[in-house]
């Protein structure tokens, strides 16, 4: 539990809903906190892109008033909540951190969003990312870098790192985020916060900014893996919106978070993911958490998933052909930045195109369009995007395989603590393989999770455990981790967010 007594802004998600009921504090003092927090540390750590405080105080003073004339109100009414700008929001800005849709207000709701506000949960405002979500360090957002709340000269990871830091700077109890091949887990890692990709299809990706559509996926940033479950409850489900939603309910994964006891889970320790080219620090926490893992009555396995060592090839084919094509639709001429050339009295329509993207498109996303063009062009398609696929199917084999053996896969989330600005400017395949670990799942469409386990001896960052459960067992990984974060948080006294720098006022200004 926080030490930080009578601030509301460091409770759990499920703490604030249940102090709303008890009325302890109302839904608008609850909000009015969270903004107050983030004009106080959010100009050092640009966690938000947007700010709503009128319409998230509007939203609390609705759900007060209702509770006071004992209206029924669903769980989590007046908690509020943060969403990544990939999802669009009525009313309000929805960038997906680019330029090329710089002020642009969408005229509907993400069904995410919707859902959000179904269930009564203001929202506080738009959080930074990677532009269109190609990035793993939030440095490629249009708008500026976020900062990391453990260490401002570090990234928070990518491209959902003003989720997370926002999540871990208590700026936000909560957050969406999306993850098209790490980019909720990742940043988890890097923050010390609860990052969760359900199975593909589980959330609906109606209104959301396509990056890839064949991997991305909405999930929850949290601060424990109870309040992870809780948003996922609320934001998935079918949505016949969505053409790939999965037409079934929601796995059970609130009630799985109430499991302790792991006597006969079968662990898989996946060997391509868990040992050479990972941080000391991070190998040393790993290890240790499977340790506790077998003390908590799980059998552990070592599991081979050969065909993992060519995830990353094959991701940085199909994302960039998926892209390319994504992102055609931004043409200056239907959506999207309008520029016309400088010294063309009268310029084409292909020359206010190509001076458009250019203007309204950051390096990283130019450089993918440039890839998955190529590798989507005649005489290169089947060599290129078509064998990707075909590893792709293999991969998605080795997951079978494996569960066939064991409950659930783990390993690192990342493979090293989180790095500092600028590191990888000069190779980008540098900054490509901090989704080494968490790439396999988005090609497979298996959930898997992110939970903090540490701090690496060498820096003091935090350190994350990666879980994997099959498709549409999306409760199997919670109920995992839920275990698992009991045990450390003995371990430990306390959350492990409770040591960042973001606590203190002074330290982040600094």
């Known amino acids: 539990m926080s030490t930080h007594a009578g601030d509301p802004c460091f409770l759990t998600a499920a703490q604030m809903a249940t102090s709303l009921v008890a009325g302890e504090f109302t839904s608008e003092e609850l909000v009015q906190a969270h903004l107050d927090r983030i004009e106080a540390l959010d100009g050092s750590i640009h966690a938000y892109l947007h700010i709503d405080a009128p319409g998230a105080l509007a939203a609390a003073r609705a759900v007060d008033a209702d509770r006071a004339a ?4 669903p769980p989590m009414a007046g908690v509020p909540v943060a969403v990544k700008d990939v999802a669009c929001t009525l009313g309000m800005p929805t960038t997906a951190g680019s330029a090329m849709l710089a002020d642009w207000v969408p005229p509907y709701d993400a069904t995410v969003v919707a859902r959000l506000r179904e269930a009564r949960m203001p929202i506080l405002g738009k959080t930074n ?16 870098p976020t900062q990391n709340p453990w260490d401002l000269s570090r990234t928070p990871g990518g491209s959902g790192g003003g989720s997370a830091a926002a999540v871990a700077a208590y700026l936000a109890p909560w957050a969406i985020g999306s993850d098209t091949g790490g980019s909720i887990r990742q940043p ?22 396509a990056l890839a559509s064949s991997l991305d996926q909405i999930g929850p940033c949290t601060r424990t893996v109870t309040d992870a479950a809780l948003l996922h409850a609320v934001i998935g489900g079918h949505d016949p919106m969505d053409s790939t939603s999965i037409a079934r309910p929601v796995p059970p994964v609130v009630g799985a978070v109430s499991t302790r006891d792991l006597t006969g889970t079968r662990i898989g320790v996946v060997q391509e993911i868990s040992g050479e080219g990972f941080q000391a620090g991070v190998r040393a926490r790993f290890e240790e958490a499977v340790e506790r893992l077998r003390d908590l009555g799980a059998e552990v396995h070592e ?11 094959a991701y940085y084919l199909i994302l960039p052909s998926e892209a390319s094509s994504n992102l055609a639709r931004y043409d200056a001429m239907r959506y999207g930045l309008r520029q016309g050339p400088e010294g063309i009295a009268a310029p084409s329509a292909e020359q206010v195109m190509s001076s458009s993207r250019d203007a309204g498109f950051g390096d990283e996303v130019k450089r993918r369009i440039i890839l998955g063009t190529y590798a989507l062009s005649s005489g290169y398609y089947e060599a290129y995007y078509g064998q990707a696929q075909k590893v792709r199917t293999l991969i998605a084999q080795d997951f079978a395989a494996a569960f066939e053996q064991v409950d659930v896969l783990v390993s690192p989330t990342a493979p090293t603590t989180a790095f500092r600005f600028g590191e990888n400017d000069e190779d980008p395949v540098a ?10 799942a988005n090609l497979a469409g298996v ?6 386990v540490g701090q690496a001896d060498e820096d003091g960052l935090p350190v994350g455990l990666q879980i994997l459960a099959p498709a549409t067992q999306d409760e199997r990984m919670y109920a995992v981790s ?8 003995d371990t430990w006294g306390g959350p492990l967010l409770d040591r960042a720098p973001a606590l203190e006022h002074e330290e982040v200004r600094a």
């Open 447 to 452: 959930p898997g999770l992110s939970l903090p």
């Open 482 to 489: 839920a275990a698992l974060e009991a045990a450390l948080t």
């Open 431 to 440: 900054m490509y393989l901090n989704d080494i670990a968490t790439i396999p």
């Open 70 to 73: 004992d209206e029924p109100l």
């Open 188 to 209: 988890a890692a890097l923050t010390g916060t609860v990052g969760a990709k359900p199975t593909y299809g589980g959330v609906s990706r109606y209104g959301i900014i």
């Open 129 to 144: 990312m990677d532009e269109f979500a190609m990035g793993s360090s939030t440095e490629h957002s249009a708008y500026g």
């Open 303 to 313: 599991v081979s998933c050969p065909h993992f060592t060519s995830a990353m090839a």
